[in-house]
């Protein structure tokens, strides 16, 4: 399928254009719903079309008004700033925490592995809204419900099984010999760790660090349930406003969101192969 | 050489026994592995093991009844409600004591609620007995049995006392019942009538639902990972960013898109209406319908097909097609027998994946699905925050749990849980 060989049937050449238009139109259903809001939010209306001024560029027809209703409207910077004041603490929790762990499970004796595996890796899998639903009961028996901290440590545990996952990957390729050999050279265990292990699984700490991130800064289901409204993030801003009072305001602060998971994203991928070409391994 | 190593066994450098002194290093081994897995495993256990317990425990827990009427419970041990009769003075005199004491501890309407899920209208009933019962003299005012059916005729219902005894227990399989439309009759389990099931056809559409959108994510993840992995590696890698860049979209701007394009007076519909396919008093609704769900969740999930199935594509040598072509195969016999074969276990690993997270999925559906598009875990929601029947928000809880376990399960067996990729 790389290139179409010069003695080509008609049928194949056909064919070999077809797919390739079918595959454009799958990348665009992919890509276009995220890109079309992104002029729609410059909309100088509170519409969510695009109105004849925006369609012939006439400058009138666009405007920042949106953008400056989600910095000065104190239920988006409130939101704002709840966000960014438990993301990056559960960010924390679950990267120290996860990364201890990952190092440990990567040892050669580990008993019940699998088993401790499988519930480290669960808040992943269980659905979200029974994950909600658990942490409801169970934080209110133990008053954490409506709390920051209540909110803090479900996105911990939430973010876990990222980092677990991202830095166990990048202990498959540590090669032990290294640990052994700062030992045979004196260095204590800790010395080891942040001078010889540490350098070399970062990329997956902060890769994995990133995703959990990303956990806590997306999620709003657990939020709903756990937070009460003094905790409200900006995804729970984001989901009463689709659902209550729709307002444009919603697509500036997507567009700021994905222009944050564009950063996100490269800077993931450049960890990734920092990592790949660390370890030796063909740049991807 | 001395002798020792001869005849005794192999000594480490210490003169301990080599056997010995290598296990001793393997368990600190041990131990230096699970103590560094600890607090991470304590912290799991405790801030999400401990709450799916709970919500476990939630679905079968039951002692409101006999902590609310502890002396009635008793009394009723010994009434048969085959007897068609309410029960007697003893009984009643033993739920006048234990209202008392409810209505100064106001937890009569907490569990006249609880019974109304299991029969409407005795909620109104505890209301108002907890009212009159408060002004009587447990000593002079004695018999209650009359007095009782005087406040409501309700009370001398075998009905009302049948499902006091029932739920008299300290636990209960009632939730799972009403979870999948089920009551507790006079003879055991029985049907609820037609007009109050709900919960089987929502399972049944949850199911349908996820199937469809699993099927679609794989119906358009399939040309998109195959393109991927046979093109080169610089274009593929480009165009990865269009399937990456989704999958790290919060996922509230994904559903803001649909919303925003699926409306009436959405841009779809607008274009529809310039192009001239659509007139625009007719326009489309695409939104708050099962079409909405469908359509927004494949997009959603698309890239978790897209990713497990280019990552076992990529393995798959392009030599086999070809020598298939060359032995005379057409271009569907080499795909169908020789490519597709192979590129099933990527099939299996994405299709699990969508359907696990799909049956779960709250937000999307609640926002784009209206009343016809959600799914069973929009009722937990529901239960959990609106109608406040925890019980049975639990009780559906632990069957979706069960459900996306068994599928675990089965992901774990066909991927290994181990080898999850991100990015």
Redesign the interface.
């Known amino acids: 399928?790389?290139a179409l060989p010069p003695y080509a049937t008609t049928g194949?050449r056909v064919?070999y254009y077809a797919?390739?238009v079918?595959?454009a139109l799958?990348?665009l259903?992919?890509?276009i719903?995220?890109l079309?809001?992104i002029p729609?939010s410059f909309n100088a209306e509170d519409?969510?079309?695009?109105t004849p001024e925006m369609l012939s560029f006439d400058p009138a027809g666009y405007s920042l008004k949106h953008y400056r209703d989600f910095f000065t409207n104190p239920d988006w910077t409130g939101a704002l700033y709840n966000s960014v004041r438990i993301a990056p603490v559960a960010t924390l929790?679950s990267v120290g925490?996860?990364t201890?762990?990952a190092?440990?499970?990567a040892?050669?004796?580990?008993?019940f592995r699998a088993t401790?595996?499988?519930?480290?890796?669960?808040?992943m899998?269980?659905?979200?809204?029974?994950?909600?639903?658990?942490?409801?009961?169970?934080?209110s028996?133990i008053g954490l419900q409506g709390t920051y901290w209540g909110v803090v440590?479900?996105h911990?545990?939430l973010g876990?099984p990222?980092v677990i996952?991202?830095v166990?990957?990048t202990m498959v390729g540590f090669d032990r010999s290294l640990t052994r050999a700062a030992a045979n050279l004196g260095a204590g265990p800790i010395r080891t760790f942040f001078k010889v292990q540490m350098p070399l699984i970062l990329p997956g700490v902060v890769?994995g660090g990133l995703?959990a991130f990303?956990t806590s800064?997306?999620e709003?289901?657990v939020v709903?349930?756990v937070g009460s409204a003094s905790q409200k993030t900006l995804?729970w801003q984001?989901?009463t406003g689709?659902?209550e009072q729709?307002s444009p305001t919603?697509?500036a602060v997507?567009t700021i969101?994905?222009i944050v998971?564009?950063g996100?994203?490269t800077t993931?991928?450049i960890l990734?192969r920092r990592s790949e070409r660390l370890r030796g391994m063909s740049p991807? | 050489m001395s002798d020792t190593t001869q005849t005794g066994p192999v000594l480490a450098a210490d003169g301990t026994p080599l056997k010995r002194s290598l296990q001793r290093a393997?368990r600190r081994?041990?131990l230096?592995?699970?103590?560094?897995?600890a607090?991470?495993?304590i912290?799991?256990?405790v801030?999400?093991?401990?709450?799916?317990?709970?919500?476990l425990f939630?679905s079968v827990e039951n002692d409101i009844v006999a902590d609310t009427l502890p002396k009635t419970v008793v009394a009723l041990k010994s009434w048969d409600f085959h007897s068609g009769e309410a029960p007697g003075e003893a009984v009643f005199a033993a739920l006048a004591a234990d209202l008392q004491v409810a209505v100064e501890a106001k937890t009569h309407t907490r569990l006249g609620s609880r019974l109304n899920y299991e029969k409407t209208g005795i909620s109104s009933l505890f209301r108002k007995s907890g009212r009159k019962v408060k002004k009587w003299d447990l000593a002079s005012d004695a018999p209650f049995r009359e007095k009782f059916i005087k406040i409501d005729k309700d009370w001398g219902d075998v009905d009302v006392w049948r499902v006091i005894q029932t739920y008299s227990g300290k636990y209960t399989n009632g939730y799972f019942l009403n979870a999948i439309d089920m009551e507790k009759g006079p003879n055991g389990p029985q049907w609820r009538d037609e007009s109050q099931q709900i919960y089987l056809m929502l399972l049944k559409r949850t199911m349908f639902l996820s199937i469809t959108i699993t099927l679609s994510c794989l119906l358009?993840g399939y040309?998109?990972a195959?393109?991927l992995s046979?093109?080169?590696m610089r274009t593929s890698?480009l165009?990865m960013?269009?399937?990456?860049?989704?999958f790290?979209?919060?996922?509230?701007?994904?559903?803001?898109?649909?919303?925003?394009?699926l409306?009436q007076?959405?841009?779809i519909n607008?274009v529809l209406v310039w192009v001239g396919l659509v007139a625009d008093d007719n326009r489309l609704v695409m939104i708050n319908n099962q079409f909405g769900t469908i359509i927004a969740m494949t997009?959603i999930l698309?890239?978790f097909m897209i990713l497990p199935l280019f990552s076992v594509m990529r393995t798959i040598p392009?030599t086999y097609l070809r020598a298939a072509k060359s032995l005379g195969a057409t271009?569907w016999t080499a795909f169908w027998r020789v490519y597709f074969p192979q590129s099933i276990p990527g099939i299996g690993a994405g299709s699990i994946l969508v359907f696990?997270l799909s049956?779960?999925?709250?937000?999307t559906p609640?926002?784009v699905g209206g009343t016809t598009g959600v799914f069973i875990?929009n009722r937990?929601?529901y239960h959990?925050?609106s109608s406040l029947n925890?019980g049975l928000?639990?009780a559906l809880?632990s069957i979706?749990?069960l459900l996306?376990?068994v599928l675990?399960w089965l992901y774990?067996r066909i991927v290994g849980?181990?080898n999850?990729?991100?990015?």
């Open positions: 399928m790389s194949q064919w797919f390739r079918i595959c799958i990348f259903f992919l890509i719903p995220i079309v809001i729609l519409f969510f079309t695009f929790l925490f996860g201890l762990a190092i440990g499970l040892q050669s004796h580990v008993p401790i595996m499988a519930i480290l890796i669960s808040p899998i269980v659905p979200l809204i029974i994950s909600a639903a658990g942490m409801y009961f169970f934080y028996r440590l479900a911990a545990a876990i990222f996952i991202t166990t990957a890769s995703f990303i800064f997306d709003v289901v709903l349930f995804p984001m989901f689709l659902r729709i919603i697509l997507a969101l994905v998971s564009i996100l994203l993931v991928e990734r991807g | 393997l081994e041990k230096r592995a699970l103590l560094l897995i607090p991470l495993l912290f799991v256990l801030t999400f093991i401990a709450p799916i317990a709970d919500m939630r358009l040309p998109v195959w393109l046979n093109i080169p890698n165009l960013i269009l399937v990456l860049l989704p790290w979209t919060s996922l509230l701007v994904r559903t803001s898109a649909w919303k925003v394009l409306q007076q959405g841009v607008d997009h698309l890239p392009p271009n696990i049956i779960g999925y709250y937000i609640e926002l875990s937990i929601a959990i925050s925890w928000g639990a809880g979706l749990l996306v376990l675990y774990d849980i181990d999850v990729k991100l990015g």
